[in-house]
């Protein structure tokens, strides 16, 4: 397959960095050097990518085409001035750090850094990822359309006009995997306290959850009457349905959630 990417630069190679640089490699990516100083976190792409420990000791002669920081985003001020050779303004910088302000990322990199920020969740491990992008100021067409194919090998990809709205996306799709495995969790609970066997109890959830998801994301319909369709009126749906949606549980809970969630994405904007 004829690599359609540039070279590339990893910065971290954590579970999110490592689901993309798999889906790069699957793209045809021909050159990577990943920056990740736990050897085992990188292990799986030896042979495939050039790791490294730190910036020190990146090929002299490696010029990426995009550097993408993977870190975490408390991480960012000590760790970003190493890099700031390659920001010329050239070199696309894709940042998928929580929160991580263009302001901040440029403080570190120079002002002439061409910067996007994204936001991608954990299923780009198995290419169902859901990425939401923001180019900054300076981006060219060329470097956007660049982060694209980027953060397209690993699922779906929209972009917003405002830098802010990074930070409700941070807490809605970002978290979002997280609450979704909690629903999970709590339903196999339940449904042991029940009475039920743990294994089946186990397997039901997961697949009730899973093939829910895989029915959203082939129907036209609203989430609202997909729900309503499973409730039958004075059935048992609607008696737990009458339990899950008073005034101060899930609904009301879940808008808490998402403010908490977007709160912390600013402060920690740096």
């Given at each position: ?11 971290g ?7 993309m ?9 021909s ?9 085992q976190?990188a292990?799986a ?12 000791a ?13 870190i975490k985003p408390?991480?960012?001020p ?16 894709v940042?998928?750090?929580a929160g ?13 850094a ?5 936001m ?21 067409a060329?470097q956007k ?24 996306v941070?807490?809605?799709?970002g978290?979002?995997?997280a ?9 196999e ?11 089946l109890?186990r397997?039901m959830?997961?697949?009730?959850v899973?093939g829910s998801g ?9 989430a609202a ?19 899950l ?10 808008s808490?959630?998402?403010k908490a969630a977007?709160?912390?994405a ?5």
């Open positions: 397959m004829t690599s359609t990417l540039p070279d590339l630069l990893l910065i190679c954590g579970k999110m960095g490592g689901a640089l798999s889906g790069w490699l699957e793209r045809g990516l050159r990577a050097v990943v920056v990740e100083p736990h050897a976190a292990a792409f030896a042979g495939r990518a050039t790791i490294v420990p730190d910036a020190a990146i090929p002299a002669d490696f010029r990426p085409g995009a550097v993408v920081l993977a408390q991480e960012a000590t760790t970003l001035p190493a890099y700031a050779r390659f920001a010329t303004g050239e070199t696309l910088f940042s998928i750090m991580r302000s263009v302001a901040s990322m440029r403080e570190a990199l120079g002002a002439q061409a910067v996007v920020r994204a991608p969740n954990t299923p780009a491990a198995v290419r169902q990822g859901f990425t939401v992008g923001y180019a900054a100021p300076g981006v060219t060329a359309a660049l982060a694209d194919a980027l953060l397209r090998a690993v699922g779906e990809v929209a972009w917003v006009e405002e830098e802010d709205q990074i930070n409700p941070t807490a809605v799709s978290g979002g995997p609450y979704v495995f909690l629903l999970a969790e709590v339903m609970k339940a449904a042991i306290e029940q009475g039920l066997p743990p294994d109890a397997r959830a997961r697949a009730t899973a895989a029915l959203l994301a082939a129907s036209t319909q609203d009457d997909l729900r309503k369709a499973v409730t039958s009126p004075k059935g048992t749906t609607e008696r737990a349905l009458n339990v949606m008073a005034p101060d549980a899930w609904p009301g809970l879940m808490q959630a998402i977007t709160d912390r600013r402060e920690l904007a740096g």
